[in-house]
């Protein structure tokens, strides 16, 4: 059974960084696709950064661009989601999610795509 495990969330102030991690058991990041998801209090969840063949096509959403950076590491297969000058607005619980089908470009942050999901991880950021 697969399972993914988000780590590395916390409370910061605005401006600062924040690197989430995600393991996973029973499979090898190298042969998937990969994203990270968020959810906020009252919102839906949506897509924050996608990424296909460890770099080939990365995409973000416009609210993270030039901000978070999503990368990963198959040697210690694990999926990393660098986030620099947090805003209040980036608070939320983050999901590392993983995929078998190469996503379009215009819809990568639909949540079908993506078969595993962990379990998240909080992200609050104070003004």
């Known amino acids: 059974q697969v399972r993914l495990v988000e780590s590395g969330g916390g409370s910061v102030q605005a401006g600062g960084t924040l690197r989430l991690s995600c393991t996973a058991s029973?499979?090898?990041?190298?042969?998937?696709?990969t994203a990270w998801f968020r959810q906020a209090p009252g919102r839906q969840r949506e897509g924050v950064a996608h990424?296909?063949?460890?770099?080939?096509?990365?995409y973000y959403a416009d609210s993270v661009k030039g901000r978070f950076t999503i990368s990963q590491d198959d040697v210690k297969n694990t999926l990393y989601l660098q986030m620099n000058d947090l805003k209040p607005d980036d608070s939320a619980i983050y999901y590392c999610?993983?995929?078998?089908?190469?996503?379009?470009?215009?819809?990568?942050?639909?949540?079908?795509?993506?078969?595993?999901w962990g379990q998240g991880t909080q992200v609050t950021v104070s003004s």
């Open positions: 999610a993983v995929g078998f089908r190469r996503p379009a470009y215009v819809d990568w942050y639909a949540e079908s795509y993506y078969s595993y």
């Open positions: 029973t499979l090898s990041f190298a042969d998937y696709v």
């Open positions: 990424m296909y063949a460890n770099g080939d096509d990365t």
